[in-house]
């Protein structure tokens, strides 16, 4: 199946500092989602993009698909945005279909 | 609407007893999936279902049970609990299998 990495594994910064968080994966995708687990465990969605740029808000999301990666940037941090945030993608091959598989997540961490 | 459901939300079981965690979904997708969710990694799954009457094994799918009776529930059951088994164990659904999946909230099961 799909192998997903995504880096840094931790991240800590200043309340209104820029991030790019990094997710790469093995095969080709035709799903990729960006999730934030937020202190209570929740799993929201941000983004789902399996190819192209999105925007929402502070953040946006780029996924090359041709290169196999995905970004995630999130500007102007505020404390709110702690958590963990992981991606999953899936694709249409064989045995893999549908399945989705997730990263390790990068851990965020934002001081006031 | 509320998505995608998970009942019940904590749980502590002693070993080698059973139980069974329900998820519903009212978003009339195709595709659900169990993950468990344990310290400092990704989610990884257990079983999925591609429709109603169908299952499948995952990731992980040793010591567990599914069941897919009806579109919007999808059963896990553990039959013989271990310590090795607690975990956060998530739901989700989407429509199909490359498509935006949706998580529910997760159960903590704590077996002692």
């Known amino acids: 199946g799909i192998q997903v990495e995504q880096s840094p594994p931790d991240l800590i910064l200043q309340e209104g500092a820029n991030s790019t968080l990094r997710c790469n994966f093995s095969d080709s995708v035709n799903n990729l989602q960006w999730f934030h687990q937020n202190p209570w465990g929740q799993l929201i969605n941000l983004f789902y993009i399996p190819s192209g740029t999105k925007q929402n808000g502070r953040l946006s999301a780029t996924t090359v698909a041709t290169e196999r990666y995905s970004l995630l940037y999130i500007s102007s941090s505020q404390t709110t945005d702690s958590g963990v945030y992981f991606c999953a993608s899936a694709n249409a091959g064989g045995t893999s279909y549908g399945k989705l598989t997730f990263g390790q997540g990068t851990i965020l961490t934002v001081h006031p | 609407n509320a998505g995608v459901t998970q009942t019940p939300k904590f749980r502590v079981l002693k070993t080698g007893q059973s139980m069974t965690l329900l998820c519903a979904q009212d978003?009339?997708?195709?595709?659900m999936y169990w993950y468990r969710q344990d310290p400092g990694m990704g989610l990884r799954l257990i079983h999925y279902s591609v429709g109603e009457g169908t299952t499948a094994k995952g990731e992980v799918p040793d010591g567990y049970n599914v069941s897919r009776l009806k579109k919007q529930n999808f059963l896990l059951g553990l039959e013989s609990a271990a310590p090795s088994q607690t975990s956060v164990y998530f739901c989700?659904?989407?429509?199909?299998?490359?498509?935006?999946?949706?998580f529910g909230q997760g159960t903590r099961l704590t077996v002692v």
């Open positions: 989700a659904s989407s429509y199909t299998g490359l498509t935006e999946a949706f």
């Open positions: 978003m009339n997708h195709e595709y």
